[in-house]
């Protein structure tokens, strides 16, 4: 039986990926362009799905990240944790 609660899966617009990248303290783990980016993170998406897993894709701003981070690093633990704060608060980000 799949799962009903979703779970938050950061999503980013092609224009905020570059800025994303910058302030990223784990670049190595990420693609370079935003089109590399998504064609691996929907398959990581279409994955989750195909297991039965309920997933949301939360758009990210990552300004609004870096305010909410207040200093911290920003890696893939820091934009899963804002992405699951974001779903968790602002529906209207929800798409």
């Not at 990420?30 to 894709?57: C, N, S, Y």
């Amino acid at each position: 039986m799949p799962d009903t609660n979703p779970i938050a899966f950061a999503w980013y617009r092609p224009g905020d990926y570059a800025r994303l990248f910058e302030i990223s303290a784990d670049k190595y783990r990420l693609p370079e362009t935003f089109e590399e980016w998504r064609k691996k993170a929907q398959m990581q998406f279409d994955e989750l799905r195909h297991k039965g897993i309920a997933v949301q894709k939360v758009f990210i701003d990552p300004e609004a990240l870096l305010s909410w981070a207040v200093g911290a690093a920003i890696d893939r633990n820091k934009r899963a944790e804002f992405a699951a704060f974001v779903f968790r608060n602002a529906g209207e980000t929800r798409h």
